[in-house]
């Protein structure tokens, strides 16, 4: 490796590699009108880092990286029960989704010096993982380029300009239904109508780099952008869903704030919450096979003939002891998830 890609790799590890995160936030969705149950699993990471200010209140580097292999450990094990049924969504900054070769050598370098240095992320962790047992992953993050152009890593405008039209021009052609179409046109329009000043600015400077033309940026534009940004991960995360609608199990695994801002879209589509954690504390990772483990999601075409009987059984009863049986408890009953048992 050149001397000089080695410093950028280096600099790209402390930029990115610094922020270990882990799943601290999980709930679980189901499509109630598909003719085959369909279950999102949502985990929502925390991002922390290793340098002075970002680092997490109890826990070191270390001890993140070890929770990370552990945690992906277990929820691509649960998925590996049904491989062929299962999807994970993952907003992974390892894998690089664009198509400039140069970035892409960047991104690879960094990830050989990260594994030297033990360094990871629960979603890397998870895409390697998923590799190995041949589960389906789709990456859904596409800011490497505008990472490496704001953090002036050799990087002109133009290259990310290129990224960022192709997944605008791509959003524009997705077609679903009529609910998730206009919420992708409307947060579309939305944010070309916000940034059109910033984005004429890289526009009319495409072989620039920031350094040179960050005096016509302004910082709050430049946040407003960056917050904008987290919508169209936010879009690929339901239009994934929407797209494999195959698949009955979906694990997103993204940061905690896109995990709770798809709430209300895929709401609006008929997927309903089964089960959340109920007290989500930042301090303190999932433990996986204790939570999931809580978790039972109905395999009704298994159930139905058991229920129907059950019912049948309590009729009589309620019949012959009228007093005794009149209310019926079904919450009571514990139906086996089709995925197995988790231990």
């Not at 979603?123 to 859904?140: F, G, H, P, R, T």
């Not at 380029?145 to 960022?164: I, Q, R, V």
């Not at 339901?238 to 895929?266: E, M, P, S, W």
Request: proline share 1%; net charge negative; charged share 25%.
């Amino acid at each position: 490796m050149k001397i000089k890609n080695l410093l950028i790799a280096s600099i790209l590890t402390l930029n990115f590699a610094s922020l270990n995160a882990y799943i601290f936030n999980l709930e679980v969705l189901e499509n109630g009108l598909s003719n085959n149950k369909q279950y999102v699993i949502k985990a929502g990471d925390a991002h922390f880092g290793c340098q002075e200010g970002y680092e997490h209140p109890t826990l070191t580097c270390k001890e993140i990286t070890k929770i990370n292999k552990t945690q992906a450990l277990s929820i691509v094990n649960i998925a590996a029960t049904s491989p062929n049924d299962s999807l994970f969504i993952l907003e992974d900054m390892y894998e690089y989704t664009g198509k400039n070769q140069k970035i892409e050598q960047m991104f690879n370098e960094y990830r050989v010096l990260n594994k030297k240095n033990n360094f990871s992320t629960c979603m890397d962790d998870i895409n390697n993982l998923c590799k190995e047992q041949n589960i389906d992953v789709a990456n859904i993050e596409f800011r490497h380029s505008k990472s490496l152009f704001f953090a002036n890593l050799e990087t002109t405008a133009d290259k990310f300009l290129e990224d960022f039209n192709c997944l605008v021009s791509t959003i524009e052609k997705y077609n679903d239904n009529e609910i998730a179409n206009n919420y992708y046109s409307t947060t579309i329009n939305r944010l070309l109508e916000q940034n059109k000043k910033l984005l004429n600015v890289l526009e009319t400077n495409k072989a620039s780099y920031f350094n040179q033309i960050k005096d016509q940026i302004s910082e709050l534009d430049l946040d407003n952008f960056n917050e904008d940004l987290c919508d169209l991960i936010d879009i690929q995360i339901v239009h994934t869903v929407l797209k494999h609608k195959d698949k009955k199990y979906i694990f997103i695994c993204a940061g905690d704030t896109h995990i709770q801002r798809i709430n209300k879209i895929l709401e609006q589509i008929n997927f309903k919450t089964i089960y959340a954690v109920k007290e989500s504390n930042l301090d303190y990772p999932i433990d996986f096979k204790i939570t999931l483990s809580k978790l039972v999601v109905a395999n009704h075409e298994v159930e139905s003939p058991y229920i129907f009987v059950f019912m049948l059984l309590i009729f009589f009863l309620s019949i012959k002891f009228p007093t005794r049986f009149r209310i019926l408890h079904f919450h009571n009953l514990q139906l086996n998830s089709k995925m197995g048992d988790i231990k």
